[in-house]
Each structure stands twice: as C-alpha cells, then as structure tokens.
C-alpha cells in the first residue's frame, strides 16, 4: 500500500541589485512544479531537466516496480528498450513527460543515461597463478568469463573467435545486440587488452605473454569506447538471458565512474545484484583518481569484488589507485592486483593500444600483438582471472565463498590500510588452494541463503514504503555570489527519523555553483557534497541525533543562478549500529591526483622523466570527514627521495591550486638527482595527524628484462642469461618512447633469500640492445635464491643533471640441497592468574624456511601438562602465512590440568628435514 507524503514548500527570492540593473528571475525549471516526484530521479537528470525545454528528447533508464507500465512509457517514448531479464528499460523520453513518469507507483527510478568511463608474462607470476597452472593443473577451462568493455578482438589468435571466444556481441544502444561478431573492439582496444589478460592463450608470443587463466572461456560484450549506463545494463541483461547457455560464472568491468555512495537505486548497482543472486560474480576496477573518498561507485556494493592496482613487486599500491574513506564500512577496495605496465593482448587495426609503435622489449615481432598499459582496468582482469581459476576448480563455489577465499588469502601489503588497498595482494595460489578445501554451497546460495543483499547497505530496505515528509526550498542566489553569506533552510527531524535525503540543483548550469551542508541541532556539519561539478549536490544520512536541522548552501556562482533544494525525512526504526564504521584513524588525508612532465604550458601524465625535465605533482587534501581544505600549502612539504635512499629534493613551496588542490614541483635538471626510482613524501606541520602514501616516478629509466635457461639448477651448473635494455623517455604526445640501448653495462648479481651475494658477473649490450652471458651456479647456493640484473649508462647527450642511467629486473631460481626450516616458540602465562583451576597462556610460534614457506609440508605445536595429558593440539592449517617464507601462530589458549606445561613445535620440510622446539611452563 503506498504511504502517504507530505508536501512542505518553502521559497526565497534573493534578487541583489547594483548599478540600476535588476536581476530577473529566470523561467520555472521543469521539475518546480513536480517536486514531489523528485525523489525518484538521480541528480544529474534533475540537472538535465532543469536545463531543458519542453520537448527536448533525453535518453533514460527506467526501474519499474510493476512492469505492467511499460507499455503506457513506450507510448510516449520515441525510443524505447524493454531489458528481457532486468525490471528494467531505456527510453528517449520528451523532457516535460519524465516527471509525469516519475510520480507514478509503477515506477522505482528514473536515471540519465550517463557516460562513463574505462580506467585502464610478468605479472602472472607476481599473483602466483602459473604455479596453479604448473601444481594443480588448473588453467580455468571449466569456466567462463563475460567482459563488459570497449569490445574483443575476436581475429586475434590469442583471442581466437570460435574457439577462445566463444561468443562477441555488439551492444547496439536502444538496439537489438548483435551476436557472433568477430571484431567488437573497433574503438580503443581496451577491451582486448583485458580480455587477454584475463585468458589470453599466448597463440603469437609461444605461451610467453598467457593470460591468469589461459583455457578460460570468453564471452565478449562491445559497448565500445562511448559506454554509458543504458549500454552497461544492456550487457548485464543479455548475460542473465545467456549465462547458463555459455556457463558464465563471472563478469569482468574495468570502467565506472568516479565518487559517490552506493545509490542502491542506481540501474547498474540492481543488475550486479541480480547476477549476485543468479550465481554469478561482478569484479570491478576501483578507479583511477588517487585520492581518497574517489572510488568507482560501482566497486562499493558487498556483493561486488573492488580491485586496486598495485605494481608487479607485489607490495607496492601504485600512485593513480582511486583509494576510500577511513572507517567506512563499505568505501574501501577488496584487494589488490597488478596493475602497472601490464602487456596484453594488443587490438590489431588501430586504437590506443596501437598508438604505441616502440618495438616489443622481448620480441620485435611481437610488437603488432601486445601492448603495455597501466590502470586498475588492467588489475580488474587478474582478479576474474583468479576467480575463473578458483570456479574451474571448484564449480559448485557459490559467489559469497569466491569473495571469501580471495580476500582472505591476500598477500600482506604493509603500510597500507584496508580504505587503501583492501585486504591485501591477489594470491591466486593460496586462493586455488583454499577453495579446494571447501564444499561448494552453490546449490544453497541459488536457494536463498547468501550473505549480502540490498538491505545490507543501511540495515534497512531503501526502496520499502515509508511515511515521509519532503520539504523544497528555491531562490535566486547573487550576482558574483563568492564570499557571500550562506543560505540557510531550518527544517525538522524528529524522531522516529529513518533516513534523510537532501538534493540540490541549479539552473543555469555553472561548474562549483553551490557546496551543500546540513547541520545537526548543536551546528555541527552532519553531512556535506562539494563536489566541483555542475550537476548538482546530493547527501543521504541517517541521523543519530533529533531535532532542528539546517540546509545550508554555500554559493560561489559568478552569474545569478536559480537553486531548488528537496529534503525528504523518511520515518522507520534504524536498525542499532549500522553500519559498524569506526572513527578514522587520521585527521588528515592526502591523496595523490596525477604526476606531470612538463611540457611548456601543458603537463603530460607520465612516471618517465629524463634529466633535464620539470615536472610537478598534483594532490588532494582533505579532513576526515571528506571536506576539502584549502590553505593549507604553509602546513605542507615534499621530500623527493632516490633510490639509495639520499634526499634529492626538498619542497617547501607547495602551490596552492584552490578547492584543496595543491602543487609540488620539481627540475631533475639541479645537483642531486640519482638515476632510478624516485619516492615524493609528504610532510604535514598543521594540527592533527595526516594520512598520506607516497608519489613517485623514474628518472633516466632503463627498461631492463631478464630471462635464464631455467628456475632449477644444481651448483656447478651453467647458469645462461640474457636480456634486453632500453632507454625509456616520455615524447610531448604523452607516448611513452622505448628505445633500444647499445653500450649499457649489465651486473648480474645471485642472491641468496638473506640478500648476500653468492656470484656476480657483468655483460654489456649490443646494437639491438641485447645482452647475454653465463656463469657457473656457486656450490654456496641452496634453495631459493634470485638473479639480479642491474643495467646502466651514461648518455653524454644528457646537458643538465645527471647523465647516468639505471635499470633492475630480478627473476628467481631454485637450487637443491633443501634448506632445513627453523623455528621459533614462546609460550607466556596470563601474570594475574592465581590458584584457579585455568588460566591463559599466549602462545606464539614461527616456522621459516628460507627454500619457502611452500617447502614446509608439516607443522606440529602441542600443549601437554604435567600429567601428559595433550591439553591442546593444532596443525599446519591452524598457521597463517606471514609472508614469503614463514608461517605463523598466536593464540591465546584456555589451560587447565597439571604443572608443568610443555608446548612443542615441530615443523619438517619437503627434504624430510625435520626441527623441534619446546618450552616449558611452571
């Protein structure tokens, strides 16, 4: 039954005059007088309304509650789709019909159909994936993934249509898809360069360049380079109509928009939520802005997995990684993949990816097949990878234990947060091996029983009937209103309150017209949207507080700008402590936007710079709570930091751009640059304690690669190497140039897992840029150990700053002659116990084998009392990893029985080595 709403409108005209020139008040916008279907319309279609005259054709999509509707919304639509398996449709609709729309029961929600965006052999290993491939067997050919992208290049023999590919559809916006199409990529490339890295089979490259999962099926869905919402939710509706027929287990989406809070009405957060339901997996890129609070939207809901980009060491974020809010429940990404310089498959005719024309660093005839990009477009595909990999293995996994296991089995990335990087690095390994454990609940999961649903989100079902009250404020705001006095709106939430939800428009458009604030009975601000965009202000929250509430607009238009405010105070019972968020654990945060070169007037995004180049780096500050704070460049300095770890450059003039933005830049030309990796810092001197991760970027960069004849050698084996070297520049296009280097001189350097040197060698490049050499493996050398192949040079054509050159790769190889694992073990009781019948007693363990920690195959830790009766027992599962070659234990244990305690640890190894620890307690 429809509950009723009331209707409280309150108006102010602000008409400033000057000069003898009075300020009219412009033309009612279309939803003035139909506010009261407001609430039912996302911002930027109240902004398009307001913005457009009668009869003016707007493309939407529609959210029916009763699809009984669609008829009577086609009749008086010039276009219109009807989704087949969504409730769901798109329409051309003339502009002055949308509201009439809106207030009828039928309808859920009308959004404008929006552009969004795409955010786009060495990084299979950094994620462990071919040690699935190699241990288990496992390539993913039991499973198939769906790509919602730009297209895939179906003619590619990587991505071969028929046989890889097993279905292309075009999506015709507002028209029927068209199926078996061998080339949908006809934009960008983008699409093909994910597809591949999620299952390309290496076809040209011999194996060299293999997708994460490369027998993977493929089920390309083109919505070319101008994807929108409309063409999106078309792609979602075509997979629930196919995924049975073509067993797609799950989608792959490396684009999105940037911002915002999970807006459950939102088309394309019910489509990932009807896949969620049907079994099937929506993996999202977070987003490519750097700052924190900047996430994909799309990447936020529960039933999602949310990818950061890391780069390929396995432990480090990268830069441009769209990071969430501290202590929010929801706004953090799921975990992290590479990301940075990741080469794919390449679309063959033209696009971004072919603007490249730099040969192949391993392979000049590869060159027309692969190509390097960077973004979390390029980690999203990693982690349906994996997912692909785990579903293969395991089919009857249902979508909540894929999430589960995936982020449960991350590598630690120290000094990250989980808002920053999630819960960790993608480790397919420990992913495959954890899932083979389990017994799928798919069968339940289709049955009902999941772990996320829409209700989640608040802890209560936003699209439920409620009583509510829904105030509209509107007026004229002044003439170069900047610096002017706020406008205030008293409004009242008593209690009882569910949520509340404030949207503000304004007409004509003007970018930054407005900053909204509500605040709370003692003046505090509760929530605010200042988002630098002219399409409006919008904030939900649920309030913890009852009584008088101010809307306040903060006005910074240059023109005269006519301004309509609707908050609707919705009444229920909020659900206690939800969502469980916790305070941040900072006061300030800063979040990096871009590195540019500088280019005269222009800055070109780029990590590449050669001595001689300027350049500067753009970063957000923010407080807590998401409010920019500008100011602030007194209280700010960067330190650029080589790779040695001396200070290059220290910036105490920090630019303030305006609106939070600030500024550091720098001239590699100066004393003190060292060739290599460079790490900007930042330094806060203001009031509280600042969050920030650190910048960075390469100077004089040799793109170095390393290859050997093998991983596994004996000592006194011939250890054959080579490689390829070339200088690494950035032109004024913003194409990254690599150029092939003759005369650099290379040191391989063997290292053991400790990092000491077991044998070094030097080879030189030749006219191709080519090295290559041998040495004999040391008799020093056991177990796990690396090569490192550092290259460098000095190039006299360089005029200003330093003219050496440096590069590094590192491959790893494996000796015999098993490396015994040790241990370590302490056991402590609770030092207030008396003379009870128990106590506690914490008990922490390690086991490290420098071979691995794979190589441990046992691990054994026993508590026995005086009596020798065995009061605790906990085996190999019962350890985490800690990171490469430990494992690790700590447990707080209830003890009872008779003194003494002995707890004893033994751990053996794949050599059969065994070691044994104990201690006793009295």
Known sequence: MELPMRAVRVSLCAIVLFAAVGVLRPAAPLLQAQTAQSSKLDAALVDKLNQSLPGTPIEVVIVFADLAAAPRVQALATTFLQMQALPMAGAILPAEQIPVIAGWPEIT?????????????????????????????????????????SGIDGTHPDLAMGSKVIQNVKVIPFGLSQENVALTDTSSGHGTHVAGTIGGNGAVSSGYYLGVAPDVKLVGLGAGEGIAILSAVQAYDWILQHHAQYNIRVVSNSWGS???????????????????????????????????????????????????????????????????????????????????????????????????????????????????????????????????LLLSGNPQLSPDQVIDVLTSTTTAMPGYALHEAGYGYLNALAAYEASRKLTGNLAQFLAGTREHSDTEVLGFDPNGSVPADEYQFSGLSAVSATGTAPIDFPFTVPQGTLYVDVRLNWTPSQQDAFDLQ?????????????????????????????????LRLVPFAGVAVQYNATVKVAYGTPPPNWPPTRPPSSQVYLGVAGVYKSYVAVGIVTDAFRSGDSGFIVFNLASADGTPMPGQAANLQAIYTDRNGAVAFVDNSITDRDAGEYETSFNTGTAGWTAGPITVSFVWKGAGAMRALNAGFTLNKLATSLQTNGTAFTPGQQIAFSGDVAQVTTLATGTVKTTPLTGATVTLTLRDSQGNALASTQAATDLQGHYAGAFSAPSTARGNVTLVAESRYQDATIVTGSKDWFGRAVTGLVFPGNLAPTVTLSAIPDASRKSTASFLMSIDAAVRDEDGWADVTTIVLTLVDGRGRVIGRWLKPDFTEGDAWTWRFSKVPRVTGQSPWTVTITAQDSAGQAVTKSVVVK
Do not use: C
């Open 109 to 149: 929600s009308i959004t404008f159909n929006a552009p969004l965006k795409y955010f786009l052999h060495e990084s299979v290993p950094v994620i462990k994936a071919d040690q699935v491939w190699r241990t288990y067997g496992q390539t993913g050919g039991n499973v198939t993934v769906a790509v919602v992208d």
């Open 518 to 550: 509500v605040l709370d009975p003692q003046g505090n601000v509760k929530v605010t949207s200042g988002n630098s965009v002219d399409s409006g202000e919008a904030a939900f929250f649920v309030p913890s507080t009852f009584g008088g509430y101010t």
């Open 258 to 388: 940037t911002g915002g809070e999970i807006n459950l009405r939102d088309p394309i957060a019910m489509a990932t939520l009807e896949a969620y339901k049907r079994g099937i997996l929506s993996v999202f890129a977070a987003g490519n802005d750097g700052g924190y609070d900047v996430m994909n939207p799309y990447s936020l809901p529960p039933w999602v997995l949310s990818v950061a980009a890391g780069k390929k060491d396995g432990v480090t974020l990268a830069d441009f990684s769209s990071r969430g809010k501290d202590g929010d429940y929801f706004k953090h990404p799921d975990l992290t993949a590479p990301g940075v310089d990741i080469v794919a498959t390449r679309l063959r005719t033209f696009g971004i990816t072919a603007e490249d024309a730099f040969p192949n660093p391993v392979n000049p005839l590869w060159t027309p097949s692969y190509a390097s990009l960077s973004g979390t477009s390029m980690a999203t595909p990693h982690v349906s990878g994996a997912a692909a």
